[in-house]
């Protein structure tokens, strides 16, 4: 009788001790599942603005032990933005668009759908394509689950977005909504995590850029020297730091104090010169050059604008590469779009007469619309190249005078007046922009920012501006730099070559006869114009 009870005895603690087993691991796995990943992405986040490379070693080898496939989308991102860091935007595109494959990733929850086109906007905002994040954002922003979500992962991105949206309407000098916009990215930060602290001083630093922007000095100034203040107690946080002496140091600069300017800058890039912060870098090295210019120390000049034009010539190059492999797998990716609904089509076909029919009919209905496009595109097509004919007939002694009015008439009404005044409008808030100071600026990478025809834009170019592209592009340069000539008394001790080179012209020469056929003086007879008014 004994042994039997010892024997239940034996089997209950048995029992109990399995079931305790059990159960932690039950706890042992929901933990790691849940907030591990969250510290881990953390840390990963944190690595991103201490050392790209570091963060990319770091993040690679997290991604090979985990199969979460929105743990794993997270991670590429951070991934692609530490390549971006580093200026090298074709590996930063190649990182955004490792993801699943669409038969693998049909149930996608909300946040990965969010996650996915924030991931979009932002490589587009890094490649210079600006309408193309615009459009991004602006529908994101609209929707009010994403805007009312409490959501940690949800909020952290809106605040992104919201960012996003303020740097672009920097871009367009709209500085008011901008600080505005960082105001809303501000309200969905909080303090739980190292990545919410940095998106925090990221609208810090921008903010303070905005506020000089509009000369409201002292804001500025108490503003970047509380946020200095902060980042060097901190350890470990060179981007940001770098970031915002180059900041002060433009105040500085302003103030024609260009030997504390070049100690701010100086203080930024030795805490990243061994560091591949390269966009950060490309910013020094241009306000060293310029500062010292500025105090005509032409050998620290010369140093430091060959390594601004060389290192801007290498993110330049990677930029058009960029783009050129974005453009690539978007269409790649709505050619899998397409064979993935043909597909689904097909699986469903064999299910029900009534589906059966209505996919027939629906591919009829969806050829007969392609098939109509292409005749569109197609008369496009023959339209255009007999307009080029025809101009090439135009210079030739054969042409018959009254075929080339009626031609002429054809070509006024190619455009539409609604699309004529679109154009028109998207090319005076490109006016307002600084954008054409851009070296590689070209009709292509208009047309590609502003989503337009590139022979629309052109043609309304030259209807309304009354020159061709290039000539557009060049007046809006010289009125620029005459302006600043005019305001800016710095620019009076400036070369001619730092002038054109600023101006966004290849050389010296081409700035000098262009500057003259718009002003009808030479550079230096303008420049001497405008000193003798001053002194006056």
């Known amino acids: 009788m004994k042994n039997k009870l010892l024997f239940r005895k034996m089997i209950e603690n048995s029992g109990r001790f399995f079931l305790l087993i059990f159960t932690f691991c039950v706890l042992l796995i929901n933990g790691q599942s849940g907030p591990d990943f969250t510290i881990i992405a953390d840390k990963a986040f944190q690595k991103l603005y201490q050392n790209p490379d570091d963060c990319i070693s770091y993040t690679q080898g997290l991604l090979v032990s985990d199969q979460n496939i929105e743990h794993k989308t997270v991670l590429q991102n951070i991934i692609s933005q530490a390549f971006a860091m580093k ?263 064999w299910t029900s007469t009534f589906i059966l029919s209505f996919i027939i009919i629906a591919l009829l209905i969806y050829f007969l619309i392609i098939k109509n496009k292409n005749k569109d595109l197609k008369k496009q097509f023959d339209f255009f190249e007999k307009q080029s004919n025809q101009q090439k007939q135009i210079i030739t002694p054969t042409v018959v005078l009254p075929k080339s009015n009626s031609d002429a008439e054809k070509t006024s009404h190619k455009i539409s007046k609604e699309k004529e005044e679109e154009i028109l409008q998207k090319l005076e808030e490109f ?53 600043l000539l005019r305001t800016d008394s710095t620019f009076l001790n400036y070369k001619v070559s730092y002038l054109a080179e600023y101006s966004g012209f290849s050389s010296h020469s081409a700035f000098t006869t262009v500057f003259k056929s718009v002003t009808g003086m030479s550079p230096n007879a303008y420049i001497q114009e405008i000193s003798k008014s001053k002194a006056s």
């Open 431 to 483: 006016e307002q922009s600084d954008r054409y100071l851009n070296k590689n600026m070209s009709l292509s990478m208009l047309s590609a920012q502003m989503e337009i025809n590139t022979k629309y834009l052109s043609e309304v170019i030259n209807n309304n501006k009354e020159k061709n592209f290039n000539g557009y592009i060049n007046k809006l340069r010289i009125n620029h730099i005459a302006q």
């Open 87 to 349: 200026g090298d935007y074709m590996q930063s595109v190649n990182s955004f668009s490792q993801k699943e494959n669409p038969d693998q990733n049909q149930d996608l929850s909300y946040f990965m759908q969010v996650f996915g086109d924030y991931n979009l906007a932002d490589q587009y905002q890094n490649l210079g394509l600006y309408n193309q994040s615009k459009k991004i954002i602006a529908h994101l922003l609209s929707e009010q689950k994403l805007l009312k979500s409490n959501d940690p992962k949800l909020r952290i991105t809106t605040a992104k977005l919201y960012q996003l949206q303020a740097l672009n309407l920097g871009i367009n000098r709209d500085y008011p909504n901008a600080l505005n916009n960082l105001d809303k990215s501000d309200q969905y930060i909080s303090n739980d995590n190292e990545e919410n602290k940095i998106i925090k001083t990221e609208n810090r630093i921008f903010r303070s850029s905005y506020l000089m922007r509009q000369n409201r000095l002292t804001e500025y100034k108490k503003l970047i020297e509380n946020i200095i203040s902060d980042l060097e107690k901190q350890q470990n946080q060179p981007f940001l730091l770098s970031l915002a002496y180059e900041n002060l140091s433009r105040y500085y600069f302003l103030q024609q104090d260009y030997k504390t300017s070049i100690q701010k800058l100086e203080l930024g890039l030795s805490l990243i010169e061994n560091l591949p912060f390269n966009n950060v870098k490309v910013k020094i090295y241009e306000s060293l050059s310029r500062s010292y210019f500025a105090l005509h120390d032409d050998i620290k000049y010369h140093q430091y604008n060959k390594y601004y034009n060389d290192l801007r010539t290498k993110t330049n190059s990677n930029t058009r590469e960029g783009i050129r492999y974005i453009v690539k797998l978007m269409e790649n990716n709505q050619n899998k779009s397409l064979e993935f609904e043909k597909q689904t089509y097909l699986k469903s076909f």
